[in-house]
Nanobody, 122 residues
């Protein structure tokens, strides 16, 4: 499966963005899809995942209540709604997919999109 991330941009602190991860080549059926982020000089960090097992989403604690991951199977697209953005959320956001359910570490993911830049100004 090929992944295409989009929706990043520049936003002020407290603002919102919605990222999209679209599948091509096949659908997301049977895949757990996640968002990770990576800031310059930092390790890739898990943000959120939506498991193919249905009804199972996982978030990093610091993003619970601010970020929401969702899946539109008809559009083969996974979204990340980000609210109450903070300057420390600035990073390249990448979407990834794996057959593993409830996967939260980047080395568990087999397919990666190219990333989309999110910049939050103070």
């Amino acid at each position: 499966v090929q992944l295409q991330a989009s929706g990043g941009g520049l936003v002020q602190a407290g603002g919102s963005l919605r990222l999209s991860c679209a599948a091509s080549g096949r659908t997301f059926r049977g895949y757990t899809v996640a968002w990770f982020r990576q800031a310059p000089g930092k390790e890739r960090e898990f943000v959120a995942a939506d498991s193919w097992t249905g009804g199972n989403t996982d978030y990093t604690d610091s993003m619970k209540g601010r970020f929401t991951i969702s899946r539109d199977s008809a559009k083969s697209t996974v979204y990340l709604q980000m609210n109450s953005l903070k300057p420390e959320d600035t990073a390249v956001y990448l979407c990834a997919a794996t057959w593993r359910p409830r996967a939260t570490h980047y080395n568990q993911y087999d397919y990666w999109g190219q990333g989309t830049q999110v910049t939050v100004s103070s």
